[in-house]
């Protein structure tokens, strides 16, 4: 099988290369981009040998057809033109934003203009979404912070543990921010500072964390989520928190966890005791989990890493085509990060 | 005035040297340490070389006696003794967490033992306390965890703004565990890593939040706090929120904050819109202060950035120091940090 | 006294004022920038909240003029005609290269363009520098990677120890390039990664090296330099190494650097076996020093620590500025680091 | 085929199972370590949750027994007992240095004690050494900084362009100090920091460095080398110059740099313009490689960049492992890094 990457140039595109070159059943076909068309991609992600000499198309559907799955690592509002285009046999996995939410008022209040639809959500691991990615031709990959907060999470809603007061709070690597030339992200105002931005409800990923927890818990959940930059490329630490039902045991909710993560291949659930560190995940498509029971301030606290590139972006788009595509969902996605 | 700093070749007591270098009425007298008596402080502290020759004594009752002011930077449990040898007219300022809490049980809880006793709360912003500060002998640094929470959330509590289900996560530099020899503390741990750890109402620092919350809002205050570690040396930023009381608007909400501002030298409300990064406050006295109502999840959002050795350390005990001792209390204390 | 600073938004510019609120004598005047004129410092300079509703003016010489010292960090090229239009009483202080060379030749090959001219030259530590700034009105701030190489090796050639084949090679932190938007400066791509540019004789600091090993020597010095950037926002280590003179004995080397040091405020030739690093000097006009004989090699090898911002320009300017006006050359200038 | 591997708590250790987790002919067998005997994997590589619940034996001959391949990550000293009791047929690499040095005198200078003697050296770059790899049962891992040092030189030695006064100085990231529990080793010494250490013809890897391009050069190659310590995890930046010999083109130059990255699987000679940064090896075995002519200067400039972990250490010790078991050279090393 054959894959085309549109935004090769950039964080997640490099990232969907890095991975799909180890891929044992889907090769690499073209690779688009905007400003970038024409040049080598070795100018981009030097860190690629082995495609450094590939030359990048600009992102038409002419480039990216006759391929079985294209990745669209492209800003938002472009897929769904694309996809018209492409046709309904192709497997289309966007990373990007516009086919993920279900709610067009949500759409509009926090992305503005006209809601563009919903596509099948790429995160198995959410109860229920599994089997609706099987043999999918359209597949919208989650943002990385509801990735992190939504597994941090699920397992205590599932199990009807927890109360629907959520608060997150997560520190992201400047890579989610991607290969954008703002002041904010130069390394010298970056190094030695964590910062706070998007606070006070007003992040795009908030309404994506609470419709995939209030589609856990069967009644509505309300997120309040700030996300936070901190000094280092890839990871996000996601500390997420919510009322804790009355009643609730420690080892209850410790079951509730390990029910959870059993049959799961990239949900690993640290020994107890033990908390998650990024540096546990970079380059991986795992996420490390832990969770405990504040007894004092009667909240659930649950703790999620992953490499906001790999897990959040890029390995997680690639564990959605292997569904949908038939193969195995653990196909060509590293389990073993890199570190220190 | 002349201080003895015990403790002088850690990392608190080495912004308490720096700090006190740049201080025009109080010189430097004794240095004192622990397994360091002996060596030259420019071993410890190579950053001071103004002072590099100077030679450390051991921590006894006879080095730091015959100063106007003693600060001491110790491990926990060593204050009390010490104190009790100094006499009651020399000024003692306690960087470390023995006189901090007023609850025997909290204390008993948290840190095992029997409680010492509380010293006056060395955290003038905090309504009531300043007048306390004034002429007093005994002074207890407040954690820098604590006064970073504090001062992002006592303006809302102090207002009658928020209900008291708080929830704190915050970002601290390395700095802030000491130069403790510990595997997660190597350089190859630290860096490209954000880890969570004392999570689930275990940190120490838990009780001194609520502590200060309460006597703000009148009422028992629950804080919920998990603290992380980020791959940078100084700085905390602090993500606290708390249920918006109802009918509270934005404008109320900012009025609090700006009117709870007003005549505090070190704190800073920043403009709105403009949320705070450490990076604005290193070595610096000052807190970066920003707030927000999340009217969609029913929260107040509050930001603190503070440097956890100055402000949350250092500075805070020079700033206590100046009221004890009658001084202005913003002498010798940066207002300004050094960026980027 | 007051000062203008022209480019007050950019690194440079900020490290001047963080300085010169800390400096008794000399005020603070107008503030100019390009691009940000009409804004606010707060936007640009965070840290400096004192100075924060100050609002930045174009630069232009109706602008700056009525001031005692006017300090240009501005963009290459622009010095000539503002000091022209300026007048011969001001100061006038050049953080940019285009009066640092003396040889017309050099100027063309490496930055293009006509030279010129020569300012009196801001190293009052190189022999014989200092009594041309005294009273002087203008002067050219050397740049950071000179400075760092040039108070590396003098002892040793104005002692006549060393051969003038110079090989330096320098690691800087990324507040160098300034706040430029280049990719490369990302924090993403800076964090966790050192890399090699300007390498094989074409960096435009390197005539600036020659010309002052050159002038020490008293006969031509090449310089080999190869700058590399290292994942910091601040601070240049620079190591730099040179044929020992035969018969050289590593007391004479060390007697060379003592004598060379003694009078310097700002120059600290560390104990034998502790070599510098740029934590030792964040935020401080102090160059932290150390000399070897490698014998095996037969090369000195001596090691130079600044801050980039601070002894590397905007501590240099004042340093110098401090003699032009007649003032001790200590001024206002923090001899102590912050760190960890 | 089945690896033990002897030290596999350290970061080297960790490196090594990384890798052969992706190695598709070598399974793992026995892990053993010191002090950590006893203990899960999990605790000390969290990052290899695939391996977390293996428990680490005593590193003992019999513990070691029974593999096709013996990875040693040990510290120095404790190689030669080990491998004179394992026998002739086990293959062992040895990743310290106790076996690298064919020069008693050297290894007595700068190791001190009495030299165990050379095993086959594993750098099959090098000219002349790959042949004497294949089939090998006892193999020395050459040094991390001899690693990049050489390949950034042999080419120019080989082919004659070069005069045999090399300095090189390098920047290494911490893991390369191993999970040492050393106050400056500590994250916060280290982040914000460039520090020179081991100055002067003292490092061990000098002598190593000389063996191999005197080796190449067929005449005595001196070498002044200063280590330096960069805020990063892994990577290597070494910069390293040599007097061009006279009538050198820097077309020449190219050419025998191209010539001798032509067959080399692992060796990157990047375009021309485009310099070395750690951040395109992370994870990677390969290095990247650039050359320049510095006319004025008369030298020529070479820069290396690897993964001190890959590459440099447990990356070179499988690709020379391979050669040794007649498996193909880049079998199961990753050419790709992980970035950004």
Redesign the interface.
């Known amino acids: 099988m054959k894959a085309a990457v549109a935004g090769a140039s950039g964080?997640a595109g490099?990232e969907l290369l890095?991975l799909l070159?180890g891929h044992p059943s889907i090769g690499i076909g073209t690779l688009t981009a905007g400003s970038s068309a024409g040049t080598r991609l070795?100018e981009h992600?030097?860190?690629?040998?082995?495609?450094a000499d590939r030359i990048i198309e600009e992102t038409t559907p002419e480039a990216l057809s006759g391929h079985d799955v294209v990745f669209l690592a492209l800003p938002h509002g472009q897929s769904a033109d694309l996809a018209a285009r492409l046709g309904q046999d192709t497997l289309i996995v966007d990373c990007g934003a516009d086919f993920r939410l279900t709610s067009a008022a949500d759409w509009t209040h926090f992305y503005g203009g006209e809601h563009a639809g919903a596509w099948p959500y790429g995160l198995p691991e959410l109860p229920g979404r599994r089997e609706r990615l099987r043999g999918a031709r359209r597949i919208a990959v989650p943002g990385c912070y509801p990735t992190a907060a939504t597994l941090a999470l699920f397992p205590a809603f599932a199990a009807g543990l927890a109360e629907p007061?959520v608060?997150v709070?997560a520190?992201s690597?400047?890579?989610g921010?991607g290969?954008s030339?703002?002041?904010n992200?130069?390394?010298?105002?970056?190094?030695?500072?964590?910062?706070?931005?998007g606070?006070?409800?007003v992040h795009r990923h908030?309404p994506e964390m609470e419709q995939n927890l209030t589609a856990v818990a069967g009644r509505p959940v309300?997120?309040?989520f700030?996300p936070?930059l901190?000094?280092?490329?890839?990871?996000i630490?996601a500390?997420c928190?919510a009322?804790a039902t009355p009643g609730v045991t420690a080892a209850a909710l410790r079951e509730a966890y390990e029910t959870a993560v059993k049959d799961e291949p990239f949900l690993?659930l640290?020994?107890e005791g033990?908390?998650?560190?990024?540096?546990?995940?970079?380059?991986?498509n795992?996420a490390?989990l832990?969770v405990?029971?504040?007894?004092?301030?009667?909240?659930i606290?649950a703790?999620a890493?992953i490499d906001n590139l790999t897990k959040g972006t890029a390995g997680g788009a690639i564990q959605s085509a292997n569904l949908a595509l038939g193969l195995p969902e653990e196909l060509g996605l590293p389990?073993?990060?890199?570190?220190?």
């Not at 992600?45 to 495609?51: D, N, R, W």
């Not at 130069?186 to 190094?191: A, H, N, P, Q």
């Open positions: 964080y490099g890095r070159l070795g992600q030097p860190h690629l040998p082995t495609l007061d608060v709070v520190a690597g400047t890579s921010a290969r030339l703002k002041p992200l130069l390394g010298s105002e970056v190094m030695g500072s964590v910062s706070a931005y606070v006070g409800g908030t309300r997120v309040s700030t936070t901190a000094p280092m490329s890839r990871g630490l500390t928190t009322p690993r640290l020994p033990v908390w998650p560190a990024t540096a546990m995940t970079v380059g991986a795992t490390a832990q405990t029971l504040d007894e004092r301030a009667g909240r606290v703790v890493a389990l073993n990060g890199v570190a220190p």
